[in-house]
Every structure is written in structure tokens, then in C-alpha cells.
């Protein structure tokens, strides 16, 4: 049981972390924001971007918060892994 929660969690917060990158790279193009792959993305990327966006201020014109996102998901997905494997 706890093989699969671990597995579980890592798949999911790979594919966080593969959104944000795609959003990243999607940034870098003059793409619909209406199409429904876009719209996926952003629905998913958001809620983890936006408050990041808030405390982190762009340096220039750089946005750094997928990069620090993609940081903290890492360090929450350890932090959870840890947690399970040890309680279980």
C-alpha cells in the first residue's frame, strides 16, 4: 500500500511539474489561450503560479515562479514521501 501512495504522488507531482514546463515553453509562442490544451494547462498551472506571482517579483521581464514552483513541488513531494514512509 505504500509502494502505490508513493508511486501515486511522484507520478502526480511529475506531471505538475511537466504542466509548468509545458506552460513555460507555451509562453514563448503566440498561442490561443482559448484552445483546450491551453486552457488545461493554465487551469492546472495557476492556482500554484499565481500566489508565487505575488510574493516573487519579476526580475526584468524574466518570471521566475515556475522555476520556483517546480522547486517547492519537489521539496512537498519529498516531505510527503518521507512522511508516508515513515508512518507506514
Do not use: C, K
Amino acid at each position: 500500500m505504500a509502494t502505490f501512495l508513493i508511486r501515486f504522488i511522484s507520478i502526480l507531482f511529475e506531471l505538475l511539474n511537466l504542466a509548468i514546463i509545458a506552460r513555460v515553453f507555451l509562453s514563448w509562442f503566440n498561442v490561443r489561450p482559448d484552445h483546450p490544451v491551453v486552457s488545461f494547462l493554465y487551469q492546472i498551472t495557476e492556482p500554484i503560479l499565481s500566489p508565487i506571482r505575488r510574493v516573487v517579483p519579476l526580475i526584468g521581464m524574466l518570471d521566475i515562479s515556475p522555476i520556483i514552483a517546480i522547486i517547492l513541488l519537489e521539496l512537498l513531494r519529498n516531505l510527503l514521501i518521507s512522511v508516508i514512509a515513515s508512518v507506514l
